[in-house]
């Protein structure tokens, strides 16, 4: 080998891409003036594609593995630069190496609860998020669709779109699929499969395909939530009759360890009392809750007040108005009758009595007299 040979192999370039990243999805090829020698050594890893870019134009994709760079394996860009019988120069163009891995663990989720119909709880709002893992799947489509000429392209770049698609996605699914909301969390994995199948179509434009899509949760909000925890609470009490004697029970035994002798015994009755008190205070509670609503019914009749009078010494009654006011216009009654009906501290002269002194102002009407003329308009 003579020493021009020599000179030229270390000439020879290696084209390559080790990513120590996490998130970059498409990184390009720093080289100084975009120039690339004849025979240069392009080596693709697994996970990676290389493409070729010629004054904007999209040219050659390389797959895994170690190429050498000729006319040869370079049949698009050979015709765009017109190269009719091989190059030996150096030649100008643009290497992106896209990365074909998945990402995982890219999170997605409603950033507002989503209004929809349930067959027992009615309209609600629920809010849903998970995970789900992407990857390129056309690198062509992708650099043409979303890269451009990006140098570093990541993955921050392209996620909130993405779940903007998921989560559109995921409430048309969850809607459609008509599962019951006490029931989502039985179907996550059937709606993580309705999800992904119907993001493939929008992600495939990106040329951008779902290779795993979890739904983790399902949510009501906050309210509805202490709402079914009550709910639960009472199905899980059961027997309200035993639940009483269990509570009242515990108040007893409660209070006998807390203090002993006479004073232990009155805080046991307590604590009894006390157990008691709540069972059937939740007893009724739960029993009204349980009762269908009652039917409209007239309200009581009011109730006439009844007195008593001291007439000659002995006592008579129950008089009513009425009676009082006969007993006034047959003279056995006068305004110092004393009167006395429940809730009087003392007998009280009946003309003292506010309830009922119209009675004793008017004079008393005269048996078979006609009534009193009424008065000209």
């Excluded at 493939?200 to 009501?220: D, I, P, R």
Aim: glycine content about 10%; charged content about 15%; proline content about 7%.
């Amino acid at each position: 080998m003579g020493l021009f040979d020599a000179f030229k192999n270390e000439l020879i370039d290696i084209i390559e891409w080790l990513d120590n990243s996490n998130d970059t999805l498409v990184y390009r090829f720093q080289r100084h003036d975009n120039e690339i020698k004849n025979g240069a050594q392009l080596i693709v890893r697994e996970g990676q594609v290389a493409v070729f870019i010629r004054e904007g134009q999209l040219a050659d994709v390389f797959k895994p593995g170690t190429h050498a760079l000729t006319t040869q394996n370079l049949p698009v860009l050979s015709t765009l630069a017109g190269w009719k019988y091989g190059f030996d120069s150096p030649f100008k163009a643009e290497v992106y190496f896209v990365s074909t891995r998945q990402f995982t663990d890219q999170g997605w989720g409603t950033r507002n609860p989503v209004m929809m119909r349930d067959a027992e709880f009615g309209a609600v709002r629920i809010r849903a998020f998970g995970t789900y893992a992407f990857r390129v799947s056309e690198a062509s489509e992708f650099m043409r669709e979303i890269v451009g000429t990006d140098g570093q392209f990541t993955t921050d770049e392209i996620t909130d779109q993405l779940r903007s698609i998921l989560v559109s996605q995921a409430t048309d699914a969850i809607a459609e699929s008509k599962i019951a909301i006490l029931d989502l969390a039985a179907n996550y994995n059937e709606l993580g499969e309705a999800i992904a199948e119907k993001v493939t179509a929008e992600f495939a434009g990106f040329g951008l395909a779902v290779s795993k899509l979890v739904v983790e949760n399902v949510s009501l909000p906050e309210e509805v939530e202490q709402a079914l925890d009550k709910r639960s609470s009472m199905n899980v009490l059961g027997n309200m009759q035993q639940y009483q004697q269990f509570q009242a029970a515990n108040a007893m035994e409660a209070a006998a360890e807390n203090s002993g002798g006479a004073g232990g015994m009155m805080g046991a009755g307590l604590g009894a009392g006390m157990g008691i008190g709540m069972g059937q205070a939740m007893a009724g509670t739960m029993g009204q809750a349980a009762a269908p609503p009652p039917q409209a019914a007239p309200p009581p009749l009011p109730q006439t007040a009844v007195w008593f009078a001291a007439i000659n010494g002995a006592q008579v009654g129950p008089l009513d108005a009425a009676g009082i006011q006969q007993q006034l216009a047959a003279g056995q009654i006068s305004p110092a009758t004393l009167l006395w009906k429940n809730g009087m501290a003392a007998w009280t002269p009946g003309q003292q009595i506010p309830e009922l002194a119209a009675l004793f102002a008017a004079p008393p009407p005269i048996p078979g007299a006609p009534p009193p003329i009424p008065p000209s308009a």
